[in-house]
């Protein structure tokens, strides 16, 4: 079955200890997002990918950094992880944009920080 | 500035019944409106979405509607089962410089069997 798989499931690193959440795809989407997801709250985007045209939202910190190196791969680096960036980090695709382009989830990455 | 409100944190609703999420949002440049179905430990999945040239769109027991004069729409779920207890994110999308999906913070459905 064609999917958006993140790994690990739940990561758990140190204060300001610098970690990546990574995101594979084998639906051969042109589009790859991050979200951020606290508790109880609406998934956050973060950043977005056409293809290697890379999208930052206005409000993603400078903290987080993302790669695309191909299609199927794209990652999230917290280069500094505060307490504040426990969450749960959700992967997604999409074939374009569009609102009639559903986005397609990876189960996400839950992310602790000690 | 939330755009995108689902006011209900969750909701309880007997097997058999209908079950109405609401979804309301504040920019009217939202042309596409999707609700996504979430299972715990699982990613998002996606259910069903509506045009804002539409006021309806079904598909089997589950029917969107949309009322773009009030900046609201809802999806019935009819007749719900308890494999429909999950949480339903509504989102909403559009082009505002560059594209952009908002999403809701969820509803969570409890069907009672």
């Known amino acids: 079955d064609a999917m958006v798989i993140q790994n690990p499931r739940y990561q758990v690193t140190q204060f300001g200890k610098p970690v990546t959440l990574s995101c594979s795809q084998t639906l051969n989407h042109n589009v790859m997002y991050w979200y951020q997801q606290k508790s109880s709250q609406a998934p956050k985007l973060l950043f977005h990918?056409?293809?290697?045209?890379?999208?930052n939202e206005a409000d993603t910190p400078d903290n987080f950094q993302s790669r695309r190196p191909n299609t199927s791969f794209c990652f999230l680096d917290i280069r500094s992880p505060g307490l504040g960036d426990a969450a749960m980090y959700l992967c997604a695709t999409s074939n374009q944009y569009g609102g009639n382009q559903p986005q397609h989830f990876g189960d996400g990455t839950r992310l602790s920080i000690l | 500035d939330q755009q995108v409100k689902q006011n209900s944190p969750s909701l309880s609703v007997q097997e058999g019944r209908i079950s109405i999420l609401n979804c309301d949002y504040t920019?009217?440049?939202?042309?596409?409106f999707l609700w996504y179905k979430k299972y715990p430990a699982e990613g998002p999945t996606f259910l069903i979405s509506?045009?804002?040239?539409?006021d309806k769109n079904e598909d089997g027991r589950f029917t969107v509607f949309l009322n773009k004069s009030a900046k609201h729409l809802s999806l019935h779920i009819v007749p719900s089962q308890p494999g429909d207890s999950a949480v339903y994110f509504c989102?909403?999308?559009?082009?505002?410089?560059?594209?952009?999906?908002?999403f809701g913070a969820g509803t969570r459905l409890f069907v009672k069997a």
């Open positions: 509506i045009s804002s040239i539409k």
């Open positions: 989102a909403a999308s559009a082009y505002t410089g560059g594209f952009k999906t908002i």
């Open positions: 990918y056409y293809d290697k045209d890379f999208n």
């Open positions: 920019n009217s440049m939202f042309d596409y």
